[in-house]
């Protein structure tokens, strides 16, 4: 702790809150690049990266870089200032990796200038927003609209590969990404990512319309599978801002549900990569047994997905004695049913040898990009924020963090596996331990630009939301980051050197909300002509008669 | 060895897909659907109209004719129950019914309309009837007198009732 603090002061960082949870620190556009590194070599890593537009209040944008130190138990947020009329800061991409995307983005919905990024180029607005219309400032309004700009398509073509586009769009239940795929005969050389095509808008939403209250709901249809994650920490990062206790019973409810929303999702990965690895027995298998999670959820807070049971200040729903019970027999078969599952399935040569030494990403490169959850763990890193920021009921409980070496995919396979117990030894400690008492804080005053920071480990890794209130019960910003969004420039480094077969369940192996049956093209380099149009599935098929 | 575990496995199971909608499916205790409200007991107070997260719950005010519209919207309903949560009179409940899907947009919305009532002092329309019968009955304990006035002629007669208090504790 101290030792950070060192670090901090001696880069002409100035610490301005001393939270629990966070530091905020104040450094000069000078200086940010130089305490970056330090920082970095301490042992932080790059966790999002947030634009803000405070010209209401001072007349300054401000872009505030998150890290994660795990060994002082503290995120550092370091804010950087700079006048309208100068929108220039260093880029810290070149030190840190991570930061590429945040400062991206934040160039994207702000229009601050990264100077010396690698890659300045538009991330999340679509290709037809016009240029110099920034939709996060403050004169633009929520529900202002704009009109496209026509703009040609760029192609990057390469001479030694064949390109492989893989994506955009699949009308059933994946989501839209986009990976163009290099390729020399079988074998990846390089691939590119490009995603975004679903960016809804819901900052604008949130800051421009929402009260306080009415944004965990948003936020908990950030994700169809982890959504209860994203509402808690919301909640967790208002709470931290306005300084709330949140009674202790409720915090217990929370990680109960927290954790059932990861078996749930771990199973649904399963599911998804043996049919992404052609084992569909395996796959309805795992989603037979994961139905019995759903049940319980739909138990314990009345429907399958999108609990609704959290607002600032605890949970809105109690849960009594029955509930307890019929939970806990539903996890015991489950807990039987896929121990036998991974038994048979990893007894299977062909399974083993599909993802065991693929898809390899080094503990080195890992932290460079910053990458999280079962992916980092899965390559030798023991980062969990249940562990080294420990919120809701975590800091009473007693479980293991699952870290491999293997650094391939089946190490991310058995980090998950395990995962998955640890989380039902921990329902069951949880609904041991529960405390009585209350499950809401219904009074609290929100003080005007508070910053907070909550974090979670959601199933794929840390999720982190930042947020500032603003008076009358509002927010001034929210940045909600999904742990997919520092997994993704990961993948093009783990699909290097592999066999195109093996994409889909690389890709998959990040568990990234969208798996691979995404329609494909693939086109001659030299001709340009198409040669195939159909499910990745099938051109693999072909590809291997 | 897994290889036939888990055939074992597939055979001792029965078939887990639902008969539905051939039978009905079991819904939980707590399940939260469509909600309904009771327009004979609404007080038409709106609150419902200011938590609604996506705005699925409206208000309209119409001062030519006298009337508040209140209106829910289940295209837009995202079944939170934040409704109601903040109803005080428990006019407005989530149901357990979940099979919504109609050939007709107009099923879909559910439509109060409420009188409103006239300020006393200037004759311009407030507030529904209900809604200030219930403000006597069970409100916080303010003057009554407020809940029959438009808010110009509340604050008038506030300011006026201040400056005779102050001249009488003067003298």
């Known amino acids: 702790m101290q030792d950070i603090k060192r670090v901090i002061e001696e880069n002409n960082g100035k610490i301005v809150v001393e939270h629990d949870y966070f530091l905020l620190v104040e450094v ?10 330090a920082l970095f070599e301490a042992g932080a890593y790059y966790s999002t990266g947030v634009g803000s537009d405070e010209r209401p209040k001072n007349g300054f944008f401000a872009m505030y870089h998150i890290l994660n130190h795990e060994e002082s138990k503290k995120y550092i947020v370091l804010k950087v200032e700079t006048p309208e009329h100068d929108l220039r800061i260093p880029s810290i991409t070149p ?18 200038v990264f100077e010396g990024h690698p890659e300045p180029e538009r991330l999340i607005l679509p290709d037809d927003w016009p240029e110099g219309v920034y939709p996060l400032r403050k004169d633009f309004k929520y529900n202002e609209k704009v009109k496209p700009v026509r703009k040609e398509e760029k192609f990057v073509e390469r001479e030694d590969a064949l390109v492989l586009p893989l994506g955009p769009f699949h009308p059933t239940l994946h989501e839209p990404e986009y990976f163009e795929i290099y390729v020399d005969g079988e074998t990846i050389v390089g691939a590119r990512y490009k995603g975004f095509f679903v960016h809804r808008g819901l900052e604008k939403l949130a800051e421009g319309r929402l009260t306080i209250h009415q944004i965990p709901f948003v936020a908990e249809r950030i994700c169809g599978i982890c959504g209860y994650t994203h ?30 929303e990861r078996i749930h999702s771990h199973i649904l990965w399963f599911g998804v990569v043996y049919h992404l690895l052609g084992f569909d027995t395996g796959f ?32 809105r729903r109690d849960i009594d004695e029955d509930k307890k019970e019929k939970t806990l027999k539903a996890l015991r078969e489950v807990s039987q049913e896929m121990k036998n599952l991974f038994d048979d399935v990893l007894a299977m040569k062909e399974i083993l040898n599909r993802i065991e030494d693929v898809g390899i990403l080094p503990k080195d490169r890992a932290r460079s990009i910053g990458v999280v959850g079962p992916v980092a763990r899965g390559s030798g890193i023991n980062t969990d924020v249940r562990k080294d920021h420990p919120y809701a009921a975590y800091k009473y409980l007693d479980f293991k963090v699952p870290v491999y070496n293997g650094c391939d995919v089946l190490s991310r396979y058995l980090v998950r596996a395990d995962e998955i117990f640890e989380s039902i030894y921990l329902i ?57 969004y520092n997994n993704l420039p990961s993948v093009p480094v783990m699909l290097e050197g592999e066999h195109l077969a093996d994409a889909p369940a690389i890709i998959g192996s990040i568990d990234p909300c969208f798996s691979c049956t995404d329609h494909v093209t693939i086109v001659d380099d030299s001709t340009g002509k198409i040669l195939f149009r159909g499910s990745l599935e099938d051109a693999i098929r072909r590809l291997k008669r | 060895m897994g290889r036939l575990r888990m055939l074992i496995d597939s055979l001792s199971h029965p078939r887990v897909t639902e008969k539905y909608p051939y039978e009905p499916i079991p819904i939980p205790e707590d399940f939260r659907g469509k909600p ?25 005010d119409d001062h030519e004719q006298g009337y508040r519209v209140l209106q829910v919207f289940l295209g837009r309903c995202i079944f939170c129950g934040r409704c109601q949560d903040s109803c005080p009179v428990g006019a407005i409940k989530l149901t357990k019914e979940f099979e919504l899907v109609s050939l007709s947009k107009d099923d879909l919305y559910q439509v109060v309309k409420l009188e409103l009532a006239k300020c006393v002092r200037c004759g311009k329309y407030t507030v529904p009837y209900r809604y200030i019968k219930y403000l006597m009955e069970k409100g916080p304990k303010i003057l009554k007198y407020e809940l029959l006035l438009c808010p110009e002629c509340k604050s008038e007669v506030t300011t006026l009732i201040k400056y005779h208090y102050a001249q009488e504790v003067h003298e």
């Not at chain 1, 030190?95 to 601050?112: C, K, P, Q, S, T």
């Not at chain 1, 319980?296 to 959290?310: F, P």
């Not at chain 1, 630009?449 to 974090?455: D, H, L, Q």
């Open chain 1, 28 to 37: 000069s556009r000078e200086h940010v690049r130089k305490l970056a590194r």
């Open chain 1, 95 to 112: 030190e840190i990796e991570g930061a590429n995307w945040a400062e991206r983005e934040a160039h994207d919905v702000l229009g601050i």
């Open chain 1, 231 to 260: 509402m808690i920490c919301y909640c967790q990062a208002v709470e931290n801002a306005i300084g709330l206790e949140v009674p202790e019973r409720a915090e217990y409810i929370r990680t109960l549900l927290l954790e059932i």
């Open chain 1, 284 to 315: 309805m298998h795992a989603w037979r047994i994961r139905e019995k999670v759903m049940d319980s959820a739909e138990i314990l807070t009345g429907n399958r997905k999108t609990y609704g049971m959290s607002l600032v200040g605890g949970v």
């Open chain 1, 428 to 484: 069951e400690q949880v609904l041991d331990q529960m405390p009585g008492g209350d499950i809401m804080v219904e009074r609290f005053e929100v003080p005007e630009f508070s910053v907070g920071v909550g974090a979670t480990e959601a199933p794929r890794g840390e999720d982190v939301h930042f947020v500032i209130t603003h008076r009358g019960s509002k927010v001034y910003r929210w940045r909600p980051r999904a742990p997919t």
């Open chain 2, 36 to 60: 309904e409200i009771d327009p004979e007991k609404c007080i038409g107070c709106a609150a419902c109209a200011r938590v609604c997260p996506p705005n699925a719950i409206t208000f309209r």
